[in-house]
């Protein structure tokens, strides 16, 4: 035999639980839904500013113009750019230095996304320094990077 208690709707006032089914959801689940919802639109927005950016292709790793890409006017400036279908990311490291690193995660092989003054895997959760260098989250090795070379007169980069 049902006891009272067991015929109450999850402790409500309603008693049998049919009434829910005129009522529409029950407010629990409303408000469950509800934070799902904007738990999906806060990730949504996070993923959408240089993560979704797929660099700027180039055709040559001989004389990029820095010029061509105002992030690198200034130290601590990022530059996502494909060469031959390889993401990479060229960081001003000094006034007449710059660093070129894979965006190709060593441990999965997701794309690395710029992430503040760094590198961030969305796969695992890797953090890597400007210069690529691991700095926390899923165990994993450095970056790889590139000879890079920069010719100040001309005001072009080199890669390789």
């Known amino acids: 035999m049902e006891s009272n208690q067991d015929a109450l709707c999850g402790g409500c006032s309603h008693q049998p639980p049919t009434e829910h089914a ?50 690198l ?42 992430n503040g003054s760094g590198f961030l895997c969305p796969g695992h959760g890797a953090r890597f320094s400007a210069t690529g260098q691991w700095q926390g989250g899923e165990r994993t090795s450095n970056m790889r990077s590139y000879a890079t070379s920069y010719d100040a007169a001309a005001g072009t980069i080199t890669i390789g």
């Open 73 to 114: 006017a200034s130290v601590g400036g990022i530059a996502l750019v494909n060469v031959s279908g390889n993401p990479l990311a060229i960081v001003r490291t000094g006034d007449a230095s710059f660093v070129t690193l894979s965006r190709i995660c060593p441990h999965q092989g997701n794309t690395i996304n710029p």
């Open 22 to 71: 005129r009522d529409g959801i029950g407010r629990r689940t409303f408000l469950a839904q509800t934070a799902l919802l904007a738990a999906g639109a806060v990730l949504a927005a996070c993923a959408a500013g240089d993560a979704t950016d797929p660099g700027t292709t180039v055709d040559s790793t001989s004389g990029i113009k820095v010029s061509d890409f105002p992030a």
